[in-house]
């Protein structure tokens, strides 16, 4: 009895041992990974940022932070990036905006200029089956099926074709994604949502949102 008390106890000790040394090591490499991974993240928003406000070099003059409930009362973060060319000249504004689709949160950055057309998008995550979250990547750029570049949500109807807008009752004017209306229809909310965001920088706080801002920085994006 003496041998299996004892055996016990050695046990018990060894995966305490076992357990102490694993969460050692994995903090350990967690904090190795921390800071490249968040540099990663900045210099893919950089990228993403050039990307949809057409290339070239630019500069992030200006963050706001927008907040907005939807529908269903819940509260709705996005990120507005305020860009200027190189000359300091008012471009329009990358914006971040994230909403629910098929397998997860859909985050995507959108590029509108002064008019609030469409310059550009790109998806920064997604939880997508595989496969269409690169066909959503795809899908709705310039020569796409479901091409928005050029497009105004003001005066276009980003919605899926077999869908109406409440407020009107116009037909959606954007081609789906095959096989994934889902997608496509959660891909379209953020983009009109985005848009949403961006007036809310242009027009007086008459529009219901509050905004609050983020920082204020400005940052150049070099080639």
Partial sequence: MEKLKS???NMVLVLTGIAVITGSILAVVNNVTEEPIALQ??????????????????VV?????????????KTLTYVIYSAQDSNHKDIGAAVESTT???GGDLKILVGFDLDGNILGYTLLEHAETPGLGAKADKWFQK?????????????NVLLVTKDTRKTDNKQGEIDAITASTITSRAFLHAVNSAYDAYKTTNVDAHSGASKQSKSEHKKELKK
């Fill in 61 to 73: 003059a200006k963050t706001d932070t927008v907040t907005q409930t939807d529908d269903k009362g």
């Fill in 41 to 58: 993240k900045e210099k893919t928003l950089a990228e993403g940022i050039k990307t949809v406000m057409g290339g070239g070099e630019l």
């Fill in 7 to 9: 055996s016990i106890t």
């Fill in 143 to 155: 020569g796409g099926k479901g091409c928005i570049i050029g497009k105004n949500p003001e005066t």
């Fill in 100 to 102: 629910g689709a098929f």
